[in-house]
């Protein structure tokens, strides 16, 4: 490690305290390896713990794991200035007496998907250098909602460059200005996106909590593949303010975390109505539960639930492994807890519905990207880049920056060719609609059901492309140490049920472990 500049040989217990694995603080262990948002506000509580210190311990790790892990774009530079205030804030609190009136991720370090504006001296590029060097007018709502929860900001995740539309040639996990972020579990293992750094990073203990962004699969897959707890949130129940846009219609801001009650506790502090994101936030607001959403986490919440499972075709992909024993482990443990499992259900036309071609998906998103990215770009206050065709010819220049040779980008081009949300896009998101009514809100009502299982993070697009919420949990790994989740789905507004649900499987299941121990490089 380097102090001051000065290369000093480093003590195994040294290693092991800039690792996480103990420290000794004020004479009492605390660990940050898998530490919940619960252990950390303990420690704080105790005084075992202060921010600075855990800012610290996880700066350190980034800079240990992440040359290997890639996992995180940007450390903030204010992130330990940010954890003072939150110490000293802490501090004159206990002095006053009064029973604490901060925020419950007050003090806490959470990293930031990197398409979500932050105004400070960090960079929202989506991963690319086009939009290096552009300046955001202010927060995205989601992180002004983090920052008055007390949250450090401990920097920007690395994600899928543009979410992967620019080219289907783009690697899950690659950004021109990050490379090539790496599975923690398996270092030839797929990464997944567009949401890989912040899954990776909470999942190799980089961080406490991240937050991540959706428009199809990129909550859920990542935390499927990274061994780690995501939640994707209905459409509109947090703001999109302020995030590099694709389509307003499936676009949604949710938590990527090791645990459910740590989801949660990030969910609580994001959710909300936003003037910046009127129409969507305002219908979503009438779902939030008084109290937000930490009284569902509740170790009984299997009892009573309707659970249907569709297998077709989502068990495919796992036909050999022993994902599926697991999973018919996991659906006797469902009903064990006391949870009514329907089995065998199939979604109407599913076929179509996960074929972007057939469905209407393609056609709308890179419609609505070319639209929405302008939007976006308008409200910049500096920018390098002011439409889709002043970043399409920015690659054109730099095709060595963006590996334009490998990766092309085939996708932007097509959506340059598109005209706005003519009649073509209307007849797309119209069979869309019809889709999800037919097929996933049909087998939800018809058998009654709170939410829809299945294995892994197939069903994604069944869930996108309706506005649906769902949440993934560990579910095991295969022989070579992949990981899998299961996946709970719902209706519109269906996040208490799913978080209650989510929470018993997780109590009575745990899953997760941390991912083999890394080679570090000193
Ligand atoms: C933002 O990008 C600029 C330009 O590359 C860079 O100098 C700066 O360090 C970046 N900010 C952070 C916090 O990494
Ligand atoms: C396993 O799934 C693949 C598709 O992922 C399919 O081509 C193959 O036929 C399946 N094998 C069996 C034995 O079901």
């Known amino acids: 490690m380097i102090v001051n500049g000065i290369k000093s040989p480093p003590s195994l217990p040294l290693i092991l305290v800039l690792l996480g694995l103990i420290s000794t603080i004020n004479g009492s262990e605390f660990s940050i390896i898998e530490a919940t948002v619960a252990d950390i506000q303990r420690a704080f509580a105790d005084g ?6 855990l800012v610290d311990f996880y700066i350190d790790r980034i800079e240990s794991l992440n040359p290997l892990l890639r996992g995180v774009l940007e450390i903030n530079p204010d992130a330990r200035d940010q954890a003072e205030i939150a110490d000293r804030e802490r501090r004159d609190e206990a002095n006053c ?15 930031i998907k990197e398409s979500i504006a932050t105004k400070d001296k960090m960079n929202t590029t989506a991963g690319s250098y086009a939009l290096l060097g552009s300046e955001v007018a202010r927060d995205a709502t989601v992180v002004e909602r983090l920052r008055s929860a007390g949250a450090v900001i401990l920097g920007k995740a690395s994600l899928t460059e543009w979410y992967g539309i620019r080219s289907p040639l783009i690697p899950n996990g690659w950004c021109a200005r990050g490379g090539q972020a790496v599975n923690p579990y398996v270092e030839s293992g ?3 996106g567009s949401s890989s750094g912040s899954a990776i990073s909470v999942a190799a203990n980089m961080v406490a909590v991240s937050v991540g962004t959706e428009t199809d699969a990129s909550i859920i897959c990542p935390a499927n593949h990274n061994s780690v707890v995501g939640i994707k949130p209905t459409v509109g129940l947090t703001s999109r303010a302020g995030v590099v846009p694709i389509s307003p219609r499936q676009d949604t801001i949710g938590p990527i975390c090791r645990t459910v009650s740590d989801a949660v506790h990030v ?6 109505y936003d003037p910046r ?23 009984d919440g299997l009892k009573g639930k309707r659970l249907g499972v569709v297998r077709n075709p989502f068990l495919d ?16 443990t469902l009903r064990q807890k006391g949870a009514t499992i329907i089995d065998k259900l199939e979604i109407e036309n599913i076929d179509i519905i996960l074929d972007p071609y057939q469905s209407g998906e393609a056609v709308a998103l890179l419609s609505e990207f070319k639209v929405n990215i302008k939007e976006y770009l308008k409200e910049l206050t500096k920018s390098p880049v002011r439409s889709l065709a002043d970043i399409i010819a920015f690659n054109s220049n730099n095709p060595d920056l963006e590996m334009i040779k490998e990766y092309g980008q085939d996708e932007f081009l097509i959506s340059e060719t ?6 073509d896009v209307l007849k797309a998101v119209e069979l869309m609609k ?4 037919d097929g996933f809100e049909k087998l939800m009502k018809e058998n009654e059901l709170d939410a829809m299982v299945t294995l892994g993070w197939g069903a994604s697009t069944v869930l996108a492309i309706g506005g649906y919420p769902a949440i993934t949990v560990p579910a095991g790994y295969e022989s070579d140490g992949m990981p899998f989740g299961i996946c709970f789905g719902g209706l519109k507004g269906a996040e208490p049920k799913l978080i209650e649900i989510a929470f018993a499987f997780e109590q009575s299941t745990k899953v997760r472990r941390a991912p083999p121990v890394l080679k570090v490089g000193y």
Do not use: W
Request: net charge neutral; glycine share 12%.
């Open 48 to 53: 075992r713990l202060t921010s600075r210190q």
């Open 190 to 192: 797929d990464p997944c």
């Open 418 to 423: 598109t005209s706005g949300i003519g009649e």
């Open 277 to 299: 994101d009127h129409e969507a936030t305002k219908s979503a607001a009438k779902f939030i539960p008084g109290g937000g959403y930490k009284q569902f986490l509740n170790k």
């Open 317 to 332: 992909s796992y036909n050999k492994s022993s994902a599926i024993s697991s999973f018919e482990h996991h659906l006797d």
């Open 267 to 272: 969910l609580d502090a994001i959710v909300g």
């Open 97 to 111: 007496g009064r029973g604490s009136s901060l925020g419950e991720l007050h003090g806490v370090p959470v990293l």
């Open 434 to 437: 019809k889709l999800s009514e």
